[in-house]
C-alpha cells in the first residue's frame, strides 16, 4: 500500500513496515490511503484557530505535540477530519438524565455549542476518535489543553520517538479531578478461517484515526485467535460559575 503522506528526509519505502516502526517519524496513518476530499459545499474552508494554534506550539518549544498536529494536519479537509462519532448526555442538578443527543456531523456538534441554553444543567459529551473538526470544535468551545488531545492519540508499547512520545502535561490538566488518561487492553477474536497468512502478520492497525495496533502473536509464539489492542478512556471537564460541569 503507497503511503500518502510525504516525510521530509524520509529514507524508507513506506512499505517497508519493519522501518517504519523504528523511524522517528513514523505513524500508522502514514500507510493508509490518502481520504477523499470533503465536499467543499457542505463542508467550506473556515478559519481553525485551534488548530492554528497546535500547529504553533509543536513548532515552537512542544514537541511533545508533533504527533498530533501530524495526525490533524494528515486527515484536515477529507473524509477523515468527520472520522469521529459524539453525542452529549445532559443531567439535571439532581443528576437526573434529562436528555441525549446525537452528532451526526461536527456541523451539528458547533450548532449545538454556539446555541446551548442557559438553563444550568450538566452536560457529558462522548465522543470517538481524533478527528480534526470535532477537536476544532470541542477545543475552541472548552479551551481544552491540546495535550489532552496528544496523550489520547497514542498508546505504543515501546516508545521510538526521541521527539516527540512523551506528552508533557501542562499545569491546567494536572489535577485528576479535571482530566484524566486510562490505558486498557481489549481482546478481540479474529477469525483466521482460510486466511492462514495472518498468523504471519506482525503489523496490523484499527482502521481509526488513532494508533492502536492490533497484536496478533509475537515471533515465534503460537497464535490462538485472539488478538489484543491497547486503548484509552480520557476524560477532561470544566466547571462553570454556577456550578455545573462539562465534561468529555
Not at 439532581?94 to 441525549?100: A, E, I, K, M
Not at 489532552?148 to 515501546?158: G, I, M, V
Request: hydrophobic fraction near 30%; charged fraction near 20%.
Amino acid at each position: 500500500m503507497q503511503s500518502q503522506r510525504k516525510v521530509p528526509k524520509a529514507s524508507y519505502n513506506p512499505q517497508e513496515l519493519a522501518s517504519l516502526l523504528n523511524d522517528d517519524e513514523w505513524s500508522p496513518t502514514s500507510l493508509f490511503p490518502q481520504p477523499a476530499r470533503l465536499d467543499r459545499n457542505e463542508f467550506p474552508p473556515k478559519p481553525q484557530p485551534y488548530l492554528d494554534l497546535i500547529k504553533k506550539l509543536s513548532q515552537k518549544g512542544h514537541p511533545d505535540l508533533k504527533y498530533l498536529w501530524s495526525e490533524l494536519s494528515r486527515q484536515n479537509g477529507t473524509l477523515h477530519a468527520e472520522r469521529s462519532r459524539a453525542a452529549v448526555l445532559e443531567y439535571s442538578t439532581t443528576g437526573t438524565l434529562s436528555q441525549q443527543v446525537p452528532f451526526s456531523t461536527s456541523k451539528n456538534l458547533e450548532a449545538h455549542l454556539g446555541g446551548m441554553p442557559s438553563t444550568s444543567c450538566n452536560r457529558l459529551y462522548i465522543l470517538e476518535d481524533i478527528s480534526a473538526n470535532y477537536v476544532e470544535a470541542f477545543g475552541s468551545q472548552f479551551s481544552i489543553e491540546p495535550s489532552f488531545w496528544a496523550e489520547h492519540l497514542r498508546t505504543p508499547d515501546k516508545e521510538t520517538s526521541k521527539t516527540a512520545g512523551i506528552v508533557t502535561t501542562l499545569p491546567s490538566v494536572r489535577s485528576f479531578n479535571a482530566s484524566f488518561s486510562l490505558m486498557y487492553p481489549e481482546y478481540v477474536i479474529i477469525d483466521d478461517a482460510g486466511k492462514p497468512m495472518i498468523r504471519d502478520i506482525t503489523g496490523l492497525f484499527a482502521n481509526c484515526n488513532l494508533y492502536r495496533k492490533v497484536a496478533l502473536n509475537r515471533p515465534g509464539e503460537f497464535y490462538n485467535g485472539v488478538a489484543k489492542v491497547n486503548r484509552r478512556a480520557s476524560f477532561w471537564s470544566r466547571e462553570s460559575s454556577d456550578g455545573t460541569w462539562s465534561g468529555k
